[in-house]
């Protein structure tokens, strides 16, 4: 892969306010644990609006979500991610000017991230009033090889002069969540959540300690300075912040360089954690009771205050083991570890379009940033804004499932082991949620989350959306089917789809000999509520089909047992889940030939798009609910979705009817549309519509088309977006008979290639206009469809 492909950089830095913002979330860097937002150090000057934020994957405080009126069961406290700490901060002085880009004069200036050394980086050349000319490059990581760790590399070279430098270097404990009210992707309110805890110095370096309002949860970070050349270094802590005040000479020509180190630790994953842990549940014990008199909870503090100071110095002890760690190995040696780990990283998820290289540029950002996002550990999953800013607070959607586990699936399948593991570890919730929708057996997966209660504060376009849970039992079983892997669905994955398979026993009934799932809502938010959304039927019938695969499955394997008596699975159930599968309703119109979005979607009146103003999209901020829900109008792919991921449900005929009619009537106006629409386009051949679709969805948050990259990345399109090349162009599906290939290719390429894991082995694929090559590149021998003709890939395969 060639280096030039992944770097991206941006010359001649605007200090347009809205240019900044995007540049705080396309630069930002994290590593699935925490996620730093580019800001300049220097900050903005005063009326700028800016997110500044630090964030770690899964630390949460709970805030109340008021509802107008009180109905039983409607959400009234959500999880929300939290701005941990501000560790950017830092002001130079060139003797004793103070730098930032408003004022003197900017020479040159330049930003880059690069994806094969890890970091994110920032230059300038600077001339101060009095006429003093620095060059300053700033290089940043959040260390894959120590998830805790954030470093600035600050470098100031003096080309005209020489005299002092001054660095204030700051490290805030006491910060707020951003908020926007006319945005209903973004909270309303801007809020504290972390109370000040200890904060101290130790050799030169800061602690603080926090602790949330309500989820008692602590968060510990620590900051340490390292300066290239003798000087003067003071740190003393102000209220709950601290401040280093450092000083040294530089002579002209002469570099300096500042090294910040910040190091995080959280209670969420302490080993003591259980001590905290039993004094939650005893707060949870009677639900009902907590929900009725919340001053029950509040009435020991000083148990609380005994919790805290327990947490405090697990935290604390963590931050300060961190910090020495990071401390033992030189900066350089850091690179190296960083740059090692994503070199195994690209050469396992390698993929290069030859005839576009910016193209391939934005594929690799984001894949890039696939990687920055995702979760490596089971107290955590990937935000629909990765670790790159507050848009969705944080929370947890059935986007990780349905768009990035492909991606893991065939890249790194022991991160997929992750995710699902995170919806094991809140399967529990699950079974809560549902016995607060009524259902009395099974579990439903919330909406949205961060550790596993529903944050959905709209129930239409929310909590009815249960096609979340044959998502999840989707990924169970396409996470399966690449692996083979029986040992984890008998420890995990089958409990999550017997428990899944059990609520849609209970969701829906029998009528005229039909199985129907009433009052849902399906992938398409401008239409809720309705009648056997057809992508929920589908979802449905395949969880049903796979719980009755799996149970027959680890019944050969004799692995059955242990997940049957812990949940009580009787064979009757399983009898049932097979009949409610053969018998699901799935809506289809004989006059059109295609299957409905719903039972009462058609009767609608067509949204007139064509003559819609491009000021009024997206719909959403320009309509009330109830006047989209009365139109044909699709915000996303919806059956187009279901054609997709559950294509054998219907013949090429219908999918290509419901494709051309759901076109016309889709806004796109979700990220997770195009990259679905480029995929089923290339089922049908029409390949140059896939590739116009395929572009959009490429560089959406590059080019910031959606208008909102600077609330954060999207997620879910990046990982979609290399879905419509693999399962898309190349037309992969892996399904019970093995992998499967329909290879296609836009006329702007010359060639793709792409290397994939499958079971055992290790897939090279490389496709032109002439044909396609598959190479086994490790493991044993496969068994290859290739446009349904079946092959047996040893080494090499040329078709």
């Not at 109830?626 to 054998?648: G, M, P, S």
């Amino acid at each position: 892969m060639r280096s030039k492909q992944l770097v991206y950089k941006v010359d001649n830095l605007s200090i347009d306010n809205n240019d900044l913002m995007v540049n705080e979330t396309v630069f930002h860097n994290a590593n699935g644990y925490i996620g730093i937002r580019s800001n300049f150090e220097e900050g903005y000057p005063e009326g700028y609006d800016t997110i500044r934020g630090s964030y770690i994957n899964g630390f949460y405080d709970i805030a109340e979500m008021k509802q107008a009126e009180k109905l039983y069961g409607l959400v009234e406290d959500k999880q929300t991610m939290l701005n941990i700490a501000d560790t950017q901060s830092i002001f130079l002085k060139i003797n004793g000017i103070r730098f930032n880009m408003f004022e003197g004069t900017v020479l040159s200036s330049e930003r880059w991230l690069d994806m094969e050394q890890g970091i994110t980086g920032r230059s300038i050349v600077w001339r101060a009033p009095n006429g003093n000319e620095v060059e300053i490059v700033i290089k940043r990581m959040t260390s894959f090889y120590q998830l805790s760790l954030f470093t600035i590399e600050y470098a100031v070279k003096a080309l005209n002069f020489s005299g002092t430098l001054e660095f204030e270097s700051l490290h805030i404990g006491e910060v707020s969540n951003y908020s926007n009210s006319n945005d209903p992707r973004i909270a309303r309110d801007s809020a504290r959540y972390l109370m000040a805890g200890r904060a101290f110095l130790e050799e030169e370096a800061s602690y603080l300690v926090s602790h949330t309002v309500r989820s008692g949860l602590s968060v510990c970070t620590g900051v340490k300075h390292l300066l290239s050349k003798p000087g003067s270094l003071k740190t003393k802590i102000e209220g709950h912040s601290a401040k280093a005040a450092i000083q040294t000479s530089i002579e002209e020509k002469e570099t300096v360089t500042l090294t910040k180190y910040t190091v995080f630790s959280d209670s969420l994953r302490k080993k003591d954690y259980s001590l905290r842990k039993k004094d939650y549940s005893l707060r949870k014990k009677d639900y009902s009771l907590r929900k009725k008199d919340y001053s029950l909870r509040k009435k020991d503090y000083s148990l609380r205050e005994k919790d805290d100071s327990l947490r405090e110095k697990d935290c604390l002890k963590g931050a300060m083991e961190e910090m020495e760690k990071a401390l033992k190995l030189s900066l350089p040696t850091l690179y190296h570890y960083q740059k090692e780990y994503l070199k195994e990283y690209w050469d396992r998820c390698f993929l290069e379009i030859e005839g576009d290289d910016d193209l391939t540029a934005a594929v690799n950002y984001n894949m890039y940033q696939l990687i920055q996002s995702v979760g490596k550990d089971e107290y955590c999953n990937i935000a629909a804004k990765g670790l790159s800013g507050e848009g969705y607070e944080g929370h947890y959607f059935w986007d990780t499932e349905m768009y990035i586990q492909p991606f893991f699936n065939l890249t790194e399948p022991e991160i997929t082991k992750n995710l699902i593991s995170f919806r094991y570890r809140t399967l529990e919730k699950a079974r809560e949620n549902a016995r607060i929708l009524g259902h009395k057996k099974g579990a439903l997966y919330p909406w949205r989350t961060i550790m596993g209660t529903e944050c959905s504060g709209y129930y239409p376009s929310g909590s009815a959306g249960y096609h979340i849970n044959g998502d999840i039992a989707h990924a169970v079983t396409a996470y399966y089917l690449s692996t083979k892997d029986i040992e984890f669905i008998a420890e995990k994955g089958a409990e999550i789809l017997f428990e899944t398979a059990r609520l849609w026993m209970d969701v829906g009934n029998y009528y005229r000999g039909s199985f129907r799932i009433n009052c849902v809502t399906g992938p398409d938010e401008y239409t809720c509520m309705v009648n056997n959304n057809y992508y929920t039927n589908v979802c449905a019938q395949h969880n049903l089909n796979w719980a009755v695969k799996f149970y027959h499955l680890l019944k050969e394997e004799k692995k059955l047992s242990p997940v049957v008596e812990k949940i009580h699975l009787a064979e009757e159930e399983i009898k049932e889940f097979d009949q409610a599968a053969k018998c699901m309703y799935l809506p289809y119109d004989e006059k059109l030939k295609i299957n409905p979005q719903d039972d009462s979607f058609l009767q609608k009146k067509v949204w007139d798009l064509e003559h819609t103003p491009k000021e009024e999209f997206p719909l959403l901020l320009h309509y009330h609910p109830l006047h989209l829900y009365r139109y044909q109008v699709c915000k996303q792919a919806d059956t187009v979705l279901a054609h997709f991921i559950f294509e054998d449900a219907q013949s090429l005929e219908t999918i290509r009817n419901s494709f051309d009619y759901y076109e016309k009537i889709t806004t796109h106006d979700s990220s997770l549309s195009t990259c679905i629409f480029s995929i089923v386009a290339s089922k049908l051949g029409l390949t140059e519509k896939a590739y116009e679709y395929f572009g959009d969805s490429a560089k959406l948050d590059l080019f910031n088309t959606h208008k909102n990259t600077k609330d954060g990345i999207h997620t879910a399109n990046m990982g979609g977006n290399y879905m419509a090349i693999v399962y898309g162009f190349a037309g992969l599906r892996i399904k019970e008979d093995g992998i499967h290939f329909a290879p296609s290719i836009p006329k702007q390429w010359r060639e793709y290639r792409f290397k994939i894991n499958y079971e055992d082995s290790q897939l090279f694929v490389e496709i032109n206009s002439m044909g396609s090559k598959f190479s086994l590149l490790k493991g044993s021998p496969k068994k290859v469809f290739i446009r349904g003709k079946r092959y047996e890939l040893k080494d090499t395969l040329v078709v």
